[in-house]
């Protein structure tokens, strides 16, 4: 696998482009679920300085925190339950523009503005979410889904 990241600038969507193959050499040869995780989410803090990017995995009904970067988290969320807990009831990507305005949201604090969460679908069926906070407000598009669709779709299962 490749160890170190090149940080580029530009748009968003040169960003990512630049970011995606980086990534998929860091996947590479490596099946461990967790040791990808806590890469991509290292991978994507170092490229866009998100306040929080991370996952939370399912287990026993409940999604128990992952891999992630930036502050503590909350460690548990139920099902249908903030934006997580929605994006995993639903299986499908909730992108949140302000966060005061989703009814429900959980605060893990009080300075994330906005927020986009992905599902980690295996065998059809959410194994967890990707979520990324941003203490700024209206940061997220379909462009961060597209790309960060393509890096989960990258995760090896072993
Ligand atoms: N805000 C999320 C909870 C997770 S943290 O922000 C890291 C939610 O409403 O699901």
Redesign the pocket.
Known sequence: MAEDLTISAGTKKEQYQALIPQIKGLLEGETDLVANLANIAAALKEQFHWF?V?FYLVKENQLVLGPFQGPV??TR?QKGR????GSWAQAKTLIVPD?EKFAG?????SL?RS?I?LPVIRNNEVIGVL?V?SEKLNQFSTIDQHYLQQIIDMIPFG
């Open positions: 929080w991370g988290a909350c969320i903030g934006v997580c807990g966060v949201h959980i605060a893990c604090s994330s927020e969460v979520d906070d």
